[in-house]
């Protein structure tokens, strides 16, 4: 009876030292480099994946146009502001004339001197011709002498030449009257197209330069996004394909659309493809013109091939490639890779089959002898 | 013979445990020391283990990207691939700045990757959940230690990203959590800053005379495109091909392209010898002391607990026990509080290392070291505390 | 079969020159295998030295002390491993019972025979067998904070005992007790002694016990005198 409290007490101290060693153990064998790593595995299926192509793009107009004046001036008056519809033809503005039309006017006078000087021209020679008909006449019954005959002649040509000379002159002076007149019309600024005003860059009273912009006009009706997509992805990128379209200000609301052209001049600089891309359907109200767009293209789908998660492709000794679970262990082996869609899955051409098991998360970088351990969730990381 | 140290141990084993409870806490304490030393030091080598690269191309005479600030153009990678031996060479940036999403905002470091597929250089290596970054734009790739999960919503600078996939262990040397983007949006966030800077930076250019000329029409605009767009990166990663030395194909590169390359043992070099030199110089400092004073304390526990038998002693001199059976007694009672104590503070900086903000590592050689240390410490306390033990006179428990 | 402890001559000095002290002068003892004797003196007297000579604890000056058929000591040890012979050929018996705290009744009993290479087996079961020449069988398995002071000053004895030593020292044993249980204390010692022909030198000045003993030694200023006791016997009635 006296031995059970003795006994009791080097139980209790057994237990003690026996936890303690247990739980030296667990610690020992779960952390630090003892410890297996937790992996997650994946099984190979075959599937065919949707690439997609992703860019960022502006919403612009097909048609732009630029109207200002064809010589520096000062702008007389502008009838119309941003926002106004304008149609074809329509008188916008006006560049003030200066002495323009005086010299439409001197240039009017010109050419009527030159009419003028036509018709003298036209008077002498039929002169020169009668009078040269009337020498030769002459010179038949030896009334004159050969040599007033050929000068009578010779006048006759000097005649002909000189009505040449001032049809030609007079030619020129319509032309030049011509010439004037059509600028003239272009101080006119006048609507090329239907369309919206969309800037209006100078105010009346202010002098413009040749070539500068006063009014721009865009076709709203024929609004298209500008995207931007990195090369290295734009492969099997061509016009037809049809995208989503996600305009800033309607983030939850993708708009359907289609490639309409691929440029075919890249940007050598940023290394982007640039492609047009429309909207199937008018949209009501118009976005504004620059507004940021997020662009997806659905290309072609591939046929079925087997399907990993691009997680799993890890680069070991400079290949490409994935560990697959042999037996239990871990084996590196490379891939070639296919086509891919933007939600991570990627085919492979070579390396796996299906059925085969990758490793697609690991808690710490994998290597040919690592211990693993297979879990449905890396502990640490969020669903 | 029966075990003396056993009986005397079992008898007040509670005490004894928990006198053991206490030095295993204060080794403990200096194990967990070691691995925060250790952990600054792997933060370094992590940062460019995660890189996956063999060289780091940067601006000439530089300690970039990670010491120093370095700019390059974002074309120079070009023609480093064309340079014998290169087998991949990647744009890269780096920028530590805030990153905000819905319920916190974190300091981290913002990497902008090249385009392309997994194992580019630069992209993260491996993940714990989620996908690499397929578009081109607005998507991230976040370490778990910035605390995002998968889908959430991100601000840095003017844009929102959504997280797709996380990583562990990709931090910078600072063990600042890594936040993975395209980097055309990374270039963007280096450089533009908010909208209300782009439109003070317009503004000014077109004040200025010099670019806004009325005799030359889109001049305006051309400056601030210009202006508003980014050609640099902070790096240029390159991977060799198989059979080339890392040395020459820096060394061409450096010859021909008037860059200046790193290897990855001038990188480790330059980011353990100068970025974290000094804090980890204070901390090793702060863990010898620590270890020192451990090894006093342990010392005097079992100093102070074999004098406390000398009653007892004295009594098994007396009664004819060999000296040399009392010295075990005592040596194996202290060895046996040394163990108890290593296992305990193996167990305590095993549990409590993962709640660190920044990353401890428990290496085994440390742990190893720690134990032969703890013994050492025991078996030579131990033995002072016998030689006072020894020179008891029994005949003074004979009284008078 | 021991022949009890003889000593003849025995001077001990402590110090050199003009400070020594001659604590024993030449003392003569003999004390048979079997018989309680007591040794009586006042202090400085020169009792605890001669103790301590006699327990080989300190080395005497000079002189022959024999310890059953062994010559220990004569001007110079003759043995080499004292603490051998402390624990094999003498026992002790102190004023407090000085027991082993970790270890149970048994054990702080069975240690000595341990100590001396004696299977932990054999040693325990003497052990049992002298707890229980002394009645205290019943508390073997009890731990020294549990029994009573007179419990472990009986236990103090069996671990005296269980060597069978020749001599056993016993330096006051009855000074903390009461009449009754210092009366039971020299009746268990006269009892041990007769049963395992054990010599006792008792060192008291207990006038309790001293009509006990049949032969006394008193010892004054380092040299003993022989002295014939009462050899009162203690019946029954005095028992505690």
Redesign the interface.
Known sequence: MKRLPFQGRSMAFAAVLVALVALFAYVALRSGPLAPIAVTVATVQSRSVTPGVFGIGTVESRHRYRVGPTVAGRVKRLMVDVGDQVVAGQLMGEMDPVDLDERVRALDAAYRRSEATVREAELRREFAQTQAERYEQLLAVRSTSQEIVASKQQERQVADAALVATHAELARAGDDRAALVAQRKNIRLVAPADGLVIARDVDPGTTVVAGQTVVEIVDPSSLWVSVRFDQSSTLGLESGLPTQILLRSRRGEPLPGRVTRVEPRADAVTEETIAKVVFNSILDPLPPIGELAEVTVSLLATAPAPVIPNAAVQRVDGQSGVWMLVRGDLQFTPVTLGASDLDGNVQVRRGLSVGDRVVVYSAKALRARSRITVVDRIPGAAP | MISLAGRDIQHDWGKYVFTGIGLGLLIGVTLTMAGVYRGMVDDGKALLDNSGAELWVVQKETLGPYAEPSSLNDDAYRSILAVQGVSQAANVTYLTMQVRSAERDVRAMVVGIASGEAGTPGWPSYLVAGRQITRSHYEAVADVAAGFALGDRVRIRRHHYTVVGLTRRMVSSGGDPMVFIPLKDAQEAQFLKDNDAVLQSRRRTSENPAFNRASVPGLLDAVITSQSRNPYVNAVLVRLQPGYASDDVAGSIERWQRLTVYTRPEMEGILIGKLIATSAKQIGMFLVILAVVSAAIVAFIIYTMTLGKIREIAVLKLIGTRNRTIASMIMQQALGLGLIGFAVGKIAASFWAPFFPKYVLLVPSDTIAGFFAVVVICMLASLIAIRAALRVDPADAIGG | MSTGIRIEGLKKRYGEGDTAVDALKGVDMYVAPGEVVGLIGP?GSGK?TL??CL?A??EPTSGRMTLGDEVIYDNGWKIKDL??L???KIG?V??AP???????VT?NVA??P??AGVP?GIARKRAVELLGALDIAHRA???PSQISGGEQQRVSIA?ALVNRPPVILA??PTAPLDSARALTVIQILHEMAHRYETAIIVVTHDEKIIPTFKRIYHIRDGKTEEEVGEGRVITGAEHG
């Open positions: 202090s605890s103790l301590k327990g604890v300190i603490r051998a402390r624990r094999d002790f102190f004023q000085y027991l082993i705290p970790f270890l149970d054990d240690l000595l341990m100590l932990n398995a009890g731990m671990r330096d006051e």
